[in-house]
T-cell receptor, first 113, second 109 residues
Framework: EPEVTQTPSHQVTQMGQEVILRCVPI?????FYWYRQILGQKVEFLVS????????KSEIFDDQFSVERPDGSNFTLKIRSTKLEDSAMYFC???????????FGPGTRLTVL | QKEVEQNSGPLSVPEGAIASLNCTYS??????FFWYRQYSGKSPELIMS????GDKEDGRFTAQLNKASQYVSLLIRDSQPSDSATYLC?????????FGKGNQVVVIP
């Protein structure tokens, strides 16, 4: 069964460094998303991406964040100048055009020291 | 008012019993509703979607939607120890999913 994949599974970085989280959405899906979940808190929407541009973003998704689809398969989230409070699980999700269901990848645990 | 509310504390149910989970939402224009299961340290896994008022059954799971009351529920019949997880209610608005905090279910063998 097709699934969303994410790398790395765990990323440790120093405060102030830049990180790139990678995702490979399900191959026939056209909508891509990033969510995050701080430990013990609810899953929060960051951004949605369609047709090579951001279609919606939350108030969390400020200038520190950016997304890109560098090729036909990868979807990335870049976090510049990481802060301690960026420590969280970051989930990528994707959905088919015309369908509402979003399928999540296994997540990347980001730890900022 | 929170966008999606799941207020119940942890739910303990004996194996074989029915687990009942509730969720309310604030945005009346929402049209798509989902239940996800999340095991500890894992990602959300979609188990049910519902778009119309009434009941929708899939195996041991039944989702119920009442748009007038802005209420979504999930029933898990014949609960199994493998059902022990946190269940997340999610409501779609535009492109985003808004999640509730989740309800932890513990099935006791």
């Amino acid at each position: 069964e097709p699934e969303v994949t994410q790398t790395p599974s765990h990323q440790v970085t120093q405060m102030g460094q830049e990180v790139i989280l990678r995702c490979v959405p399900i191959s026939n899906h056209l909508y891509f998303y990033w969510y995050r979940q701080i430990l013990g808190q609810k899953v929060e929407f960051l951004v949605s991406f369609y047709n090579n541009e951001i279609s919606e973003k939350s108030e969390i998704f400020d200038d520190q964040f950016s997304v890109e689809r560098p090729d036909g398969s990868n979807f990335t989230l870049k976090i510049r100048s990481t802060k301690l409070e960026d420590s969280a699980m970051y989930f990528c999700a994707s959905s088919e055009e015309g369908y509402n269901e979003q399928f999540f990848g296994p997540g990347t645990r980001l730890t900022v020291l | 008012q929170k966008e999606v509310e799941q207020n119940s504390g942890p739910l303990s149910v004996p194996e074989g019993a029915i687990a009942s989970l509730n969720c309310t939402y604030s945005d009346r224009v929402s049209q798509s509703f989902f239940w996800y299961r999340q095991y500890s340290g894992k990602s959300p896994e979609l188990i049910m979607s519902i778009y119309s008022n009434g009941d929708k059954e899939d195996g041991r799971f039944t989702a119920q939607l009442n748009k007038a009351s802005q209420y979504v529920s999930l029933l898990i019949r014949d609960s199994q120890p493998s059902d022990s997880a946190t269940y997340l209610c999610a409501v779609k608005r535009n492109n985003r999913l808004a999640f509730g905090k989740g309800n932890q279910v513990v099935v006791i063998p």
